[in-house]
Each structure stands twice: as C-alpha cells, then as structure tokens.
Nanobody, 118 residues
C-alpha cells in the first residue's frame, strides 16, 4: 500500500558528494516523519537522519555537519545531501517513513548503495 523508491546512490571518491532521494506513494496522504538508515558491510543498520513534517531534524553524530536532510511535504519526498564523504560512509542506505509519528519502522525503501573509495 505504501511504496518508497530510493535513488541517487553510487561510487564517489573521499571528499565527494551525493544526493539521495526517496519518494513515497500509496494510500497515505502524508507522513509525520521520514528519513534514512544505513547498513555498512557486516554491521547493524543504524539511523543516519530523520525529519518530521514540521521540519525538525535529527542526525547521527558521525554525519553532523556533513549531511543535510530535507523534504518536500507536498510530494512526500525526502532527500539526503551528503558532503565530505568518507570511506566509513560506505553502506546501503534505506529510506523509511513513519506515517503517524509513533515510531513505526514498517515502511522501507529497497536500499541504494553508496560506496566511498579512492
């Protein structure tokens, strides 16, 4: 019923930039919160950034000052601008949506690979 489609991943050199996009569609009109998790090779999935419909944001300490999350509420699309990328940012990045602000993690994108390597 809810679909999240991610795009924008790829291979970049350290210090480079990427912009991820995630577009939500389906029967739900709006989403209280959307954001991004990532899963590095061999590690647990971890929160990267989240944003509410009102614009409140939170970031993992490891990405503060380098990543910026934003959203277009009218189109239910969330973005992650990633600057000054480091090899440790290499991971599969997953978009999530929380329709009602209850901490739900039932809706996920398919994942997009980000590789930072020289």
């Amino acid at each position: 019923q809810v679909q999240l489609v991610e795009s924008g991943g790829g291979l970049v050199q350290p210090g480079g930039s990427l912009r991820l996009s995630c577009a939500a569609s389906g029967s739900i009109f709006s989403f209280y919160a959307m954001g991004w998790y990532r899963q590095p090779p061999g590690k647990q999935r971890e929160l990267v950034a989240g944003i509410t419909s009102g614009g409140s944001t939170n970031y993992a300490d490891s990405v503060k000052g380098r990543f910026t999350i934003s959203r277009d509420n009218a189109q239910n699309t969330v973005y992650l601008q990633m600057n000054s990328l480091k090899p440790e940012d290499t991971a599969v990045y997953y978009c999530y949506a929380d329709p009602h602000g209850l901490g739900s993690r039932d809706h996920w994108g398919q994942g997009t690979q980000v590789t930072v390597s020289s």
